[in-house]
């Protein structure tokens, strides 16, 4: 089992703009598919981006196409997360999937308005 590590949450304003980063260990995942998804208390949890192995394409929510960007290096055995003009709606724990099962432990997102 891969386990998964994201980084780079915090508090940002509206507008404004995060990256955040999953860093994967225990076996590679340049062959598993990736994604990011989230959640807020109270509901379930949502996706909001993925990316295939081959890094040819890419999967978005409706909620964050055009100001959300996945993109993975496979040598780095890393996923990515920018998220631009973010809005107080985006606030959430931000969860790393990997395809296979694995899941990180989630990281916070505040936007403030």
Not at 72 to 96: G, I, W
């Amino acid at each position: 089992q891969v386990q998964l590590a994201e980084s780079g949450g915090g508090l940002v304003q509206a507008g404004g703009s995060l990256r955040l980063s999953c860093a994967a260990s225990g076996r590679t995942v340049s062959r598993s598919d990736m994604g990011w998804f989230r959640q807020v208390p109270g509901k379930e949890r949502e996706f909001v981006a993925a990316i295939n192995w081959r890094n040819t394409n890419t999967y978005y929510a409706d909620s964050v196409k055009g100001r959300f960007t996945i993109s993975r290096d496979n040598a780095k055995n890393t996923v990515y997360l920018q998220m631009n003009s973010l809005k107080p709606e985006d606030t959430a724990v931000y969860y790393c999937y990997a395809s296979g099962g694995s899941w990180g432990q989630g990281i916070q997102v505040t936007v403030s308005s």
